[in-house]
């Protein structure tokens, strides 16, 4: 069992920026795939970004791609997401993920996670 505890929401004016954390406790944190996705109201929960520490993968959504970054501390159990030149789009609740396997070809899908935060909201107001 994985438990993840997200922070670092909060509000933003348009084209600031935040890091959201995630901690990790319980398995050992380097063996999982790592990802975010997000949810705006009405809307579907939606890949934003992953991380595959010992393959090396980044792999970003196209709407973030270029603004967006992730990275991770297994030292610390943490996994980051850096979002710059937030837009009001990116208004949703921000979910870090982490999921036992990678798969290559649906890694997009939020049922291929095991393990999910509570999420924090992030709002960029324009």
């Known amino acids: 069992q994985v438990q993840l505890v997200e922070s670092g929401g909060g509000l933003v004016p348009a084209g600031g920026s935040l890091r959201l954390s995630c901690a990790a406790s319980?398995?050992?944190?380097?063996?999982?795939?790592m990802a975010w996705f997000r949810q705006a109201p009405g809307k579907e929960r939606e890949f934003v970004a992953l991380?595959?520490?010992?393959?090396?993968?980044?792999k970003f959504s196209d709407s973030v791609k270029g603004r967006f970054t992730v990275s991770r501390d297994n030292a610390k159990n943490r996994a980051y997401l850096q979002m710059n030149n937030l837009q009001p789009e990116d208004t949703a609740v921000y979910y870090c993920a982490a999921g036992e396997s990678y798969y290559s070809a649906t890694y997009q899908l939020p049922q291929r996670y095991d393990y999910w935060g509570q999420g924090t909201q992030v709002t960029v107001s324009s």
């Open positions: 991380l595959v520490w010992i393959a090396g993968a980044e």
């Open positions: 319980g398995r050992t944190f380097s063996n999982y795939v």
